[in-house]
């Protein structure tokens, strides 16, 4: 039976890739650049993300947003204060966005000339990091009262991160936050990430993220993650054949935990 399951698993994240793979050179040639944001509920992303879309307004970049829920459409309320196009996607309880979801809204919302789409995934960093969205960018976002053992606790989110982003760092003394444990924590699981700081109540950190996504758009080169986004469970060679891999997120997410970092 688990084997079974595992099968469909692997199936179905297999078909998601290949829909990703698909929707990443489809925007490519339109000039659109997505970035993934992921974070537990209560990361203050919502926040951050209407601060980095207001901040765009101002510099007249073409930017829009998409922002998922199980339920309501209160972030899509309060991202629409910035004045960017947003657009609210509902998952009836599905607790992750999917590639045929994303194309769906691409095809049938997003605004002419967007050059820069932030897709705010639902707040959860266990599903949502299997899924490939056909990101150019993926941000695993954290507060710093989450605890700095946290990417220890999720390596397949923080270790398929294209860049980290520590927020509410108002709250860093209060809450006792370790900062040097909190990095040391994230090179075990991502070598190599580059972490960035912010505090959306203050607006500290929103420009320099701003300007990294932007660079990523104009061709900036991004770090490969050690979970970064793969085939699951097939590839095609030159003749066609199909030959199965054994090696999955959830392997390597395990040997990154143990410190089996290749």
Not at 9 to 19: E, F, G, I, M, S
Not at 21 to 27: I, P, Q
Not at 188 to 208: H, I, K, Q, Y
Request: aromatic share 4%; with cysteine.
């Amino acid at each position: 039976m688990c084997d079974s399951v595992d099968e469909v698993t692997q199936a179905v994240l297999a078909k998601n890739d290949d829909l990703a793979a698909s929707l990443r050179e489809e925007l490519a040639r339109r000039g659109v650049s997505v970035v993934n944001l992921l974070s537990s509920p209560g990361s203050g992303k919502t926040e951050l993300l209407g601060r980095v879309l207001a901040r765009a307004m101002e510099r007249t970049i073409p930017v829009a947003a998409l922002t998922a829920d199980l339920a309501t459409d209160n972030d899509a309320h309060r991202l629409a204060r910035s004045g960017a196009p947003v657009k609210q996607l509902l998952t009836d309880g599905l607790c992750h966005l999917e590639a045929r979801q994303l194309r769906g809204h691409v095809e049938s919302w997003l605004p002419e000339g967007t050059s820069l789409l932030f897709v705010e995934n639902v707040g959860n960093l266990v599903c949502p990091a299997s899924y490939d969205l056909g990101e150019s960018l993926r941000i695993v976002l954290m507060a710093v009262t989450e605890g700095e053992d946290k990417p220890l606790k999720y390596p397949t989110a923080f270790g398929s991160a294209h860049l980290v982003v520590l927020t509410k760092t108002d709250l860093a003394g209060p809450a006792g936050f370790d900062q040097a444990a909190f990095a040391a924590n994230i090179q075990r699981v991502n070598p190599g990430v580059e972490l960035m700081f912010s505090c959306a109540r203050t607006g500290d950190g929103v420009d320099t993220l701003l300007d990294r996504v932007l660079a990523v758009r104009d061709g900036a080169a991004v770090h490969r993650p050690p979970l970064a986004p793969r085939p699951h469970n097939h590839a095609r060679t030159q003749s066609g054949d199909t030959h199965i891999h054994t090696h999955t997120h959830e392997d390597a997410a395990s040997g990154l935990a143990a410190g089996r970092v290749s």
